[in-house]
């Protein structure tokens, strides 16, 4: 049955990781049946249990709605359906600094079978622009279908926050970008179920541009910040200082230098650009080297900072790629402290927030006998704890010296 008959629909979510198990969790409490579907058994058992293999207090509750546990369940190929949702990965392909788009491709060959007339696909993977036009149009058209006359293709790119996924899931405005509008409209009705933001219609290579530039904005600033703390060090004054005075003019917004970025995105999606107009993007690709070069930077001012100690053991704080979440991708924290180990320096990695990486007593005792403390991650607990008992981690520390950055 075509989509557009339906109130609710029968909709297949591939990928229910970060992006597609949260979506499939508020389309299945909007009263749709979901199925999602994960080459990873573990993640379609987990799904079936009701067990979350990503931790979120919200999350769980969500899982735990009688409405979603009714809805929502997973397998491990996919089924005929009103609804494809994509949301596999996209890596970086590191040698080329390009898109690694094999999964897509696969998620799209996997639906093929299933296709029937009227179906509507929606790509929510961050993708470089033109790629549901010239990778995923030709593959779903070898289904003998047509994209823009009896089967629909929209872009409906994720911009959710780790750490605070169901408030935005919901309430950030959304971008749907399509080729003709029937795809468009069917997109618009179907995010219409579940989310409050706005509902923002455009093409679907601007909506592939949209989720570049967005997080490119990120980095390009980022970079910037980073840019002129080295120089402030250079020059002997205090950044903050110096950011925090400019930032005092009406129409500047400096952000905060920090230790390099991560996660799924910033570090990645410029990238994205960078690989379809490699002469226009040469902004962009500065501020990509300029932060990838901050984890070593740090690593030489904490080697500065220890050069006066034998052996130095240094106690690491922060795992996560950026303060109050779990989430360890591309973390330029741990960058740093495999660099320092690499170098043969003692360091004592922890997390609070990181399961495998937590304290093993408490932070007063892990300093115990070392000689330094570093954070590398802000987290509120971890600012709480170093404000609460900070003479006590000095006194506890061999040579009383704590790093932030
Ligand atoms: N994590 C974020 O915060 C975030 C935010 C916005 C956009 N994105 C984008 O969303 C996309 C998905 O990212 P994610 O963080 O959810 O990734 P993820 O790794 O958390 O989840 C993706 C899931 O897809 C599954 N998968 C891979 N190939 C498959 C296939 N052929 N069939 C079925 N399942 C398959 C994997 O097993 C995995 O569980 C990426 O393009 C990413 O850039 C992520």
Redesign the pocket.
């Known amino acids: 049955m075509a989509f557009n008959e339906l109130q609710t629909s029968n909709i297949v979510v ?8 949260p979506a499939a969790l508020m389309l299945a409490k909007a009263g749709h049946k979901v199925v999602g ?4 058994e573990n ?1 379609v058992h987990a799904i079936n249990e009701g067990v979350l293999l ?1 931790k979120g207090e919200q999350l769980q509750e969500i899982m735990d709605d009688p409405t979603v546990r009714q809805n929502l369940k997973a397998q ?1 190929t ?1 089924c005929e359906a009103d609804v494809f949702i994509i ?4 890596p970086l392909d590191k040698k080329n600094n390009a898109a690694n788009l094999e ?1 897509v491709i ?2 799209t060959n ?1 639906i093929v079978p299933h296709l029937c007339e009227g179906n509507l696909i929606i790509l ?4 470089p622009p033109l790629t549901c036009r010239n990778v995923m149009t030709p593959i779903i058209e070898a289904s003998g279908l047509t994209v823009g006359n009896n089967i629909y293709l929209a872009h409906c ?6 750490g605070d996924i169901f408030y935005e899931i919901v309430h950030n405005d959304r971008i749907i970008g399509a080729s003709d509008s029937v795809s468009q409209d069917l997109a618009a009705r179907l995010y219409n179920s579940f989310v409050k933001g706005e509902l923002l219609i455009t093409d679907d290579v601007t909506a592939e541009f949209v ?1 570049l530039i967005e997080n490119t904005y990120r980095d390009v600033n980022i970079a910037l910040a980073n840019e002129l703390s080295s120089v402030a060090q250079s020059l002997q004054i205090d950044t903050g200082t110096a950011i925090n005075l400019a930032n005092r003019h009406p129409r500047v917004n400096i952000l905060q230098p920090g230790i390099g970025v991560g ?3 910033i570090p ?2 410029p990238w994205f650009i960078k690989q379809v107009d490699e002469q226009n993007s040469r902004l962009i690709n500065t501020a990509r080297l300029i932060n990838d070069e901050m984890p070593s930077k740090i690593t030489n001012q904490i080697k500065v900072a220890t050069q006066n100690i034998n052996n130095p053991h240094i106690i690491a704080v922060g795992a996560a790629y950026k303060a109050n979440t779990a ?1 360890t ?1 591309e973390s330029p924290a741990i960058e740093i402290v495999r660099l320092l180990r690499s170098e043969g320096y003692k360091v004592d990695h922890f997390d609070p927030l990181v399961e495998e990486m937590n304290f093993p007593t408490n932070i007063i005792d892990a300093c115990t006998n070392a000689d330094c403390l570093v954070i590398l991650v802000e987290h509120g607990s971890v600012v709480t704890s170093l404000d609460k008992h900070k003479q006590d981690i000095l006194n506890a520390l061999t040579t009383p010296l704590i790093l932030r950055f």
């Open positions: 591939i990928g229910t990781g970060y992006v597609g198990l579907v994960d080459i990873d993640i990503v491990s996919p949301a596999v990965p996209t999964m696969e998620a996997s929510e993977s961050t993708v790119p994720e911009r959710i926050l780790p989720k996660g799924h995105c990645i999606d989430d991708r």
